[in-house]
């Protein structure tokens, strides 16, 4: 048997032991304070325990809680924990174009929801959340608390849109500085896409750093009107209502990269579908370990004893005229 935290338990049992002396060495305070017919006049009567064996009891209790707050175990050995989570940067696209309203309710909201299935089709891994337009940002670091990170996503709303063309190579630089110490690094992008123009320099800053793409493309290919913030249609120069299409071309970039890139739909089999091929594509690679302690914990038949004796030695005490001390007011 051995003790985990040996320090503890040896700071307190000298002042302990200090204590205990006085107490059972020394007579009763009222003997030194009081005579002889004033104790006469104060005894109390009553079928209980001596004083030294009650003290005794007492001290016992005190000593077995000191002894329990070491922690005596008996080891069993060790072995070690494979992790399996792995790490994930979730990308939300808030451009003008996510507002529109070819999947219901629009394509924000909607990818929000497609968000929320991955979230709980990845329970055990660390994702982070970020948003992107003309700019990136981040949202949340990594984490696994998966109802922090639903908290902050219901947090954007239509208010985070910006009208502004989507720089999705804004968006690779910033995946590249937080996935820098991750292996493997792993992108999901929730988006409708963008064209070659818009997708300028974000391929190859994805294989720069390595990074494997996963899109999650929303929206239609037929399109819908581009709706300003008063929700009405946004005209072109030419007084047209501006339309945006679902631009497929991200697919093939995701592939490019050993990802793979697919179309929302309704359900939550498709996240859960691209969880698993995530999942699949890198359980080979090795996450982390964790070396696990087997022991056999004492601590709690200690504080048991440390109990049962603190509640005798205090159920023993004197009584008068049949009511107990501790009772008396």
Do not use: W
């Not at 399996?84 to 394509?107: E, F, Q, W």
């Not at 996935?179 to 988006?191: A, R």
């Not at 391929?203 to 929303?218: C, G, M, P, R």
């Not at 982390?288 to 603190?310: D, N, W």
């Amino acid at each position: 048997m051995s003790f985990i935290h040996p320090y503890l338990m040896g700071l307190m049992l000298i002042p302990f032991v200090i204590f205990a002396a006085l107490v059972l060495t020394n007579r009763e305070g009222a003997a030194r304070i009081f005579s002889s017919e004033a104790l006469r006049r104060l005894r109390v009567e009553g079928d209980v325990l001596p004083l030294r064996a009650r003290n005794t009891m007492l001290l016992l209790s005190v000593l077995l809680m000191i002894f329990a707050l070491g922690r005596p175990v008996i080891e069993h050995g060790e072995h070690t924990v494979n992790l399996k989570g792995l790490d994930a940067m979730v990308a939300l696209d808030i451009s003008g174009s996510m507002r529109s309203r070819d999947v219901y309710p629009n394509r924000l909201q909607f990818a929000k929801h497609k968000i929320r299935q991955l979230l709980e089709a990845m329970p055990e891994d660390a994702l982070s959340l970020s948003a992107f337009a003309h700019a990136a940002f981040m949202l949340a670091p990594f984490t696994t608390d998966k109802a922090t990170l639903e908290q902050l996503l219901d947090g954007v709303d239509e208010s985070y849109i910006n009208l502004a063309s989507t720089d999705f190579a804004a968006l690779g630089d910033l995946a590249a500085t937080f996935l820098k110490n991750k292996h493997p690094k792993i992108l999901i992008v929730f988006t409708d896409g963008g064209d070659s123009g818009a997708l300028k320099g974000f391929e190859q800053s994805l294989k720069d750093a390595n990074i494997t793409l996963y899109a999650v493309l929303v929206g239609t290919q037929k399109g819908a009107p581009v709706l300003g913030a008063d929700n009405r249609p946004i005209h072109t120069k030419q007084g047209t209502i501006a339309i945006t299409q679902r631009n497929d071309t991200l697919l093939t970039l995701a592939r490019s990269t050993g990802g793979k890139g697919i179309i929302a739909a309704n359900g939550k089999a498709d996240m859960q579908a691209l969880a698993a091929t995530i999942h699949r594509a890198f359980n080979s690679q090795k996450q982390g370990e964790v070396t696990i302690k087997k022991r056999t914990e004492f601590f709690i038949y200690l504080l048991a004893a440390a109990t049962l004796l603190l509640l005798l030695g205090l159920m023993s005490l004197p009584t008068v005229g049949g009511q107990s001390v501790a009772g008396r007011r």
